[in-house]
């Protein structure tokens, strides 16, 4: 380990995302259909908050959690979408050190709070069907924030252990990532290829 840190070595500050496929015909085929189940997924979802936003008869908890688990919904797949269908249109497409980061860091993040709200939400169904009369007081909107809270900061502490994984690691070597984002696959590539060098 001393050898690599004192040797000539150069860092890497970007990646190249090979991608799923290099054959054109094939990309420009994938860059259509998952670009029509992108904007369904956002449409979908927009047309899931909106009207609970709007409408006060949809304000109950269910309701509720249902608008925030389909914003972190939106924002999961817009954190990974966006640059694969860039990487379709592209012959080599780039990312920065920084930008994979971010990229595993949101996914990471929106990840883990979608499974959280996922379990209030199942929460929220045990109190309406095993206790329909205090349902209101066990599930008052002081307790849907503290499930929301606690969702968001278990999202958080998710996605700072794993940037200060991403940022404690030296990537020397190849930067090229046969994946189309920066995913945990990525991760344990890496981090197999520095203990290589132990």
């Known amino acids: 380990m001393d050898s690599l840190v004192e040797g000539n070595h150069t860092a ?7 991608g799923l496929t290099q054959d054109p015909v094939l ?12 904007l369904v997924t956002i449409s979908g979802n927009l047309c899931t908050i909106l009207p609970i936003r709007v409408s006060t008869q949809l304000h109950h908890p269910m ?3 249902l608008s925030h688990l389909a914003f972190a919904d939106m ?3 817009s954190s990974v979408t966006p640059n694969m269908l860039v990487n ?3 012959d080599r497409n780039m990312i920065s050190y920084h930008g994979c980061a971010i990229q595993l860091g949101t996914a990471v993040f929106f990840g883990a709070v979608e499974c959280f709200l996922l379990a209030a939400m199942a929460y929220d169904r045990f109190m309406a069907i095993c206790y329909p009369l205090l349902y209101s007081t066990k599930m008052s909107t002081q307790v849907c924030v503290q499930f929301f809270v606690v969702a968001y900061i278990a999202g958080c502490l998710n996605a700072s ?8 690691l030296v990537f020397c070597g190849s930067n090229r990532v046969n994946h189309f984002f920066c995913d945990f696959a990525f991760f344990e590539e890496k981090v197999t290829k ?3 060098y132990l």
């Open 63 to 65: 309701y509720f959690f």
């Open 27 to 38: 990309r420009v085929i994938l860059f259509i259909i998952i670009l029509g189940i992108y």
């Open 75 to 77: 924002v999961f797949s």
């Open 161 to 168: 252990s794993f940037s200060i994984s991403f940022f404690s």
């Open 12 to 18: 890497v500050t970007e990646f190249i995302l090979l």
């Open 88 to 90: 379709f249109l592209v």
């Open 194 to 196: 520095w203990t290589d």
